[in-house]
């Protein structure tokens, strides 16, 4: 069963992240918003983290969120609005919000 992980904590202030990495199945994609998106700061330990992921991991990031925080999407990151997080909830058996 494919679950879509939606996390929306910042990654340098809890363990929310690394631990839905630790769980994520070969199916499942992670969508970042509000400050889970400072994962994608270039040079950060997350971003690699991320970014050696490249080839398994689905990593969506709402559009809206990155902007407002500045952050440039990688070119291994999909950008989404609020119609694509939907989209993306629809198509996925399971959403699991990491609250």
């Not at 994608?40 to 690699?48: E, G, I, P, Y």
């Not at 809206?64 to 440039?72: G, Q």
């Amino acid at each position: 069963m494919a679950t879509l992980h939606v996390l929306s904590h910042s990654p340098f202030t809890d363990s929310r992240l690394s631990s839905c990495l630790r769980v994520l199945g070969s199916e499942d994609a992670i969508l970042l918003c509000g400050d889970a998106t400072y994962a994608l700061r270039a040079d950060t330990a997350t971003a690699r983290t991320l970014s050696a992921k490249t080839g398994t991991l689905k990593l969506f990031v709402l559009d809206e969120d990155a902007t407002a925080r500045n952050i440039a999407l990688p070119d291994w990151a999909q950008g989404v609005d609020y119609a694509g997080f939907v989209a993306l909830s629809v198509q996925y058996d399971k959403v699991n919000t990491w609250l």
